[in-house]
């Protein structure tokens, strides 16, 4: 391993001494809970755009970061460098994956050839990295939202000069997750919304982009790429609306046009509360559609309304997170954890950038054995039980069997008196199952 950045491999110094360094206190990639490795239930993905781009701008000032490939002016010289500077940090910081869009990795040239062919030259440093150190691509994805030509979307474009652009920028992005070994693929559709509907077809934009989605599934089968496609919600923002506005839409999406069999979802806990849901939810959501593919971890700040993209620290958020991947059994059968975070303007240096992806891998670490302590114990298995144990027999086994009639259910309930149904209710103590959640976080952690 270089030292191209200033910093040793980041080590696992455990929990005697509280104060937050350059050491992990929780993740330890090979110690086993609930019969598997850390990693193998975290799969941390490090986001290249943010990492190793983002010059951490706000809408009222530019950039502040301070990063070691800074010397580099000439485009191309610096897209190659950022090659090997990610590597090394992807080794420094023990993360096995990594993701990226298309340009994030290489300047654009004045035509689609000649973008393809600085692609390629990176693509080649990529492959020759993953070669040397054995990091995984988690996946990658086009930029089809950046660009002015997409100011009216891409795959929803009211123009068919920009939807062909689109999808020739798609078929090569799926030949270099080919190339790659890309585990999945990502659609985000950053700009496949509206700004008004007074302009906008909503139906025709939608039929587009779903013809659009089945394309890249035959493309996929044409050239053997054997990726998870996965598509990434969010509510707004760029655009006033986007199509795929939260789990349950994109759900019903999918369905609706046949690509349920072929695609599942990538959420991301920022993106969950501008849809005004938690985290937790949006998970849920997909876990009982069948259609959970991969995550991407970061939070947001609940006072402010828009994608902040901060790195995960609340633990509350992380275990339930957890909590759920445990009872999946995994994030999907190729997901993983994605950082889709950056540091925030006042964090600047590369010390910070290391720091920060400390924190958010500690927090789902700790995360993961409050939630496998959970498990263990079956506090909300039981929980569930005994609240929905009415319909494991009598008239509510009738309803799961789907055998009670309107007027079986009326015979039933005839003559219940009101003081039987209020009693039916059993107490939700709903207090009661934050303050376990609470002490459970207290003292997993502890005992770690």
Sequence with gaps: ???????????????????????????????????????EWCRFAIAYWHTFNQRLVDPFGDGTAQRPYDKYSDPMELALAKVDYSFEFYQKLGAEFFCFHDRDI????????????????VVDRIEARQKE?????????????????????????????????????????????????????????????YETLWNTDLKREQDHMAAFFHAAVDYAKEI?????????????????HQYDFDAATTIAFLKTYDLDKDFKLNLEGNHANLAGHSYQHEIRVARSAGL????????????????????????????SVMWEILAEGGIGAKGGLNFDAKPRRSSYTERDLFAAHVVGMDSFAAGLLVAAKLH??????????????????GIGAQVEAGKASLAELEEYALDKKQSELISANEPGNLEAIKATINNYIIKALAEA
């Design 1 to 39: 391993m270089s030292d191209l950045w200033n910093f040793e491999k980041i080590p696992y110094v455990g929990t005697a001494d509280p104060k937050q360094g350059l050491g992990f206190h929780y993740y330890q990639p090979d110690k086993v809970v609930a019969g598997k490795k850390m990693s």
């Design 224 to 240: 053997g790429l054997d990726a998870q496609f996965l598509i990434e919600p969010k509510p707004k923002e760029p655009t006033t």
């Design 376 to 393: 263990e114990d079956g506090v909300i298995e039981d929980l569930l039980k005994e609240r929905y144990g009415s319909f494991d027999s």
């Design 133 to 193: 150190t054995g990091i995984k691509l988690l996946w990658n994805t086009c930029n089809l939202f950046t660009n002015p030509r997409f100011q009216a979307g891409a795959a929803t474009s009211p123009f068919a000069d920009i939807y062909a652009y689109a999808g020739g920028q798609l078929k090569h992005s799926l030949e270099i997750a080919k190339r790659l070994g890309a585990e999945n693929y990502v659609f985000w559709g950053g700009r496949e919304g």
């Design 106 to 121: 290489a300047p654009e040239g004045g035509t689609l050839r000649e973008t393809n062919k600085n692609l390629d030259k």
């Design 292 to 319: 959970l593919g991969s995550l991407d971890a970061n939070q947001g700040d609940k006072l402010l309304g828009w994608d902040l993209d901060e790195f995960p620290s609340d633990l509350y958020e992380t275990t």
